[in-house]
């Protein structure tokens, strides 16, 4: 009995994956392992976990529907996925390159695992570009973002595959099943978004595509984007699409893809080349993690962090801008381009806390977490690895200038309500204790 078996990481999706293409085995046994690591350290925050479930739960019904299953397990994935390799006869195991350093260690050490009983395929996918069409070898890409973009402006992107009909039965012998989440860990299956936020996400390919849809087609509100992308408040400034970029349940190449069909009906503008400009940002981060390793995440372990950065993790920084964004971001696991910009700015800049803290609080909290993306875009606020100069934000004139009525600062800091509109809800204050748990000290790699 032939019998493939497809590791699912940052990839929860049916349609442009490419561990679905060309010809599977007679059957076929996905799964996806939770790195137990990942809950005992707390580098997995109730936000994020929830809205992974989420995504579990929706893929898996789409692989029943087309005849198949998942099986989700919590442990040490490479060990889990081993073992099954070898408990099932898998003749292969298919897994994505990913680009963080982790992941791709984590494929040397299967490899290693199993290099006696059965063949490891490490396939490409999930980016605009593949590495065949890049310009440039990995390890000769351009330092910086903008000579990035002139070397690939003239290469077409990968247009995305379609969603298998069907897929193999799952192997008769082969275990089954997703824990429920209120045993895996309580407060994310407790945990909701505040509506506060604007915008309520939900995990998952088909909440994914639907949220593109009512951007480009429903409301429209892409037309807009280049006036609204720095705003701070409402469902449609952003696209908002990055937590399902993220998780792999959508691909750049879809989010691509139905741009320029927008743009065929409605024309090239400049919001539609300001949303592929991001496209292509996150494009950059994603190939420069790979020629970085372990280097994206600094080059020594993060000291633990003490009050300066445990208030700014609260929202208690007593600088309005600053704590509405770390408060909107505790309660909704998501926080906007101009509001990440400055938080992390404001820790690295003002607080003189180590880069690193920021960035792994970022990775417990956010829904969005891309390794590839978030310690990038933390390297270049702080002026770290291969960002040479730092990039630091006068906060209060960009609260003045983003937030001129202090209505985002009031939104998340009530106690600020009383003050007159404008100038005055920016300046430091004196807050009353917010109300969440105190960070965990993220962990080192």
């Known amino acids: 009995m032939n019998i493939d078996l497809v590791w699912l990481r940052q990839d929860l999706r049916l349609a442009d994956n490419p561990l679905f293409d060309g010809p599977l085995g007679e059957h076929l046994l996905c799964v996806y392992v939770l790195d137990e690591r990942w809950l005992a350290d707390g580098r997995l925050g109730p936000a994020r976990l929830g809205f992974l479930w989420q995504c579990l739960i929706e893929l898996r019904g789409r692989m029943l529907a087309r005849g198949s299953d998942l099986l989700v397990r919590i442990g040490d994935p490479v060990g889990e996925v081993a073992k099954l390799a070898a408990a099932e006869g898998a003749r292969c195991v298919r897994v ?10 984590a494929v040397d050490r299967l490899r290693h695992c199993l290099e006696d009983k059965c063949s490891v395929e490490v396939r490409e996918g999930g980016m605009l570009l ?19 973009r002139r070397r690939v402006r003239d290469i077409v992107p990968q247009r995305a595959r379609p969603t298998p009909v069907t897929l193999p039965p799952w192997p008769p012998s082969a275990p089954r099943g997703l824990p429920a989440l209120r045993r895996v860990c309580p407060r994310a299956d407790r945990w909701r978004a505040s509506p506060r936020g604007g915008f309520r996400f939900t995990g998952g390919e088909a909440a994914g595509r639907a949220r593109l849809e009512d951007y480009l087609w429903g409301s429209g509100a892409v037309s807009h984007y280049a006036r609204t992308r720095n705003g701070l408040v409402g469902a449609d400034f952003s696209s908002r699409l990055s937590p399902w970029l993220a998780h792999g349940c959508m691909s750049a190449a879809q989010v691509n893809d139905a741009l320029h069909a927008w743009e065929t ?17 996150r494009e950059y981060f994603h190939w420069a993690a790979r020629q970085d390793g372990r280097i994206l995440y600094g080059r020594k372990a993060a000291p633990l962090g003490g ?8 929202g208690e920084t007593g600088l309005p801008f600053v704590d509405a964004g770390m408060r909107e971001l505790a309660d909704t696991g998501w926080l906007s381009n101009r509001a990440r910009q ?11 806390v180590d880069w690193r803290l920021g960035a792994a609080w970022f990775e417990r909290c956010l829904i969005d977490y891309d390794a590839a993306s978030n310690w990038g875009n933390w390297g270049y606020i702080a002026g770290q690895g291969r960002h040479v ?20 600062a009031v939104r998340w800091c009530p106690e600020l309500s009383s003050l007159p509109a404008g100038e005055a809800r920016h300046r430091p204050w004196r807050h009353a204790p917010a109300t969440f748990p105190p960070p965990l000290a993220p962990s080192t790699r």
């Open 265 to 281: 009906e409605h024309g090239d503008s400049e919001s539609s080349r300001w949303l592929r400009f991001e496209l292509l940002w």
């Open 342 to 352: 400055n938080v992390a700015s404001y820790l690295v800049h003002d607080l003189e």
């Open 389 to 408: 100069r730092a990039h630091r934000f006068e906060v209060l004139d960009q609260a003045e200038f983003y937030d001129p009525h202090g209505d985002y």
């Open 307 to 314: 009050d300066p950065f445990e208030a700014w993790c609260r």
């Open 130 to 148: 593949s590495s065949a069409s890049l310009p440039m070898a990995i390890a000769a890409l351009p330092a910086g973002f903008s000579a990035f």
């Open 96 to 105: 994505r390159h990913d680009p963080g350093w982790e992941e791709r260690r």
